[in-house]
């Protein structure tokens, strides 16, 4: 039969024992959590590497909007718009007499000022611009649905005439300001594309006539 001391011993192994996987199951926690942080990392590096790729393959290398194919992509669904919203198709004025006269790296400059205080101007108050550059001199902004005609029509006069106070300076000095023409239409989900951008269209180049 074994005496007092003797189970005092076996109390004392056995908490021995406990303390000893208390620290096993700490290092083990400890080691998951490193784990679990690296993964972590390489998920956000994984989602920055994403979002770059998406960069150089969705916007106009010369301006830096959106290109025309990412357009195509995100708001169209064979040919028909996916939601609802308004489209303002912008035009240059007088792009064609900016690379006459000043040659086609300062007409090259003119697209990115323009697309520039497109993008930013006034984003502080109006968030919701999307900018893209269908080609040439053309852009086209898009705008989420929670606004009237009136609203959106009101926006972009002011914006126009906002840019109009704006100028640049090329390299040998010359200031050159630049002003664009638009025109404003509302698109609905399944409404077809050309439709949109003939309506757009005709409004923009109505804009355009009406200020000559």
Do not use: P
Not at 60 to 72: A, E, G, H, I, P
Not at 177 to 203: C, P
């Amino acid at each position: 039969m074994k005496d007092i001391s003797s189970y005092e011993i076996d109390i004392s192994d056995i908490a021995s024992v406990s303390h000893h996987e208390r620290d096993t199951t700490l290092e083990m926690t400890q080691k998951l959590l490193v784990s679990l942080e690296s993964h972590a990392e390489e998920k956000r590096e994984l989602k920055k590497n994403i979002v770059n790729l998406e960069i150089d393959l969705y916007k106009d290398v010369l301006t830096q909007c959106y290109s025309r194919k990412w357009f195509t992509q995100k708001y169209l669904n064979n040919n028909f718009f996916r939601n609802n919203g308004f489209l303002i198709m912008v035009d240059l004025d007088s792009f064609k007499a900016i690379n006459d006269t000043y040659g086609h790296n300062i007409g090259d400059d003119a697209l990115r000022f323009i697309s520039n205080q497109l993008t930013y101007l006034g984003a502080e108050i109006d968030d919701e611009r999307i900018v893209v550059r269908l080609g040439g001199d053309e852009f086209c902004l898009l705008i989420h649905e929670n606004h009237t005609l009136e609203e959106i029509e009101k926006k972009i006069f002011e914006l126009r005439q906002e840019i109009l106070k704006k100028h640049f300076v090329t390299k040998d000095e010359f200031v050159i300001k630049v002003g664009f023409s638009y025109g404003v239409t509302q698109f609905n989900r399944n409404d077809k594309y050309e439709k949109i951008m003939k309506q757009a269209d005709t409004k923009m180049y109505l804009n355009k006539k009406n200020k000559k």
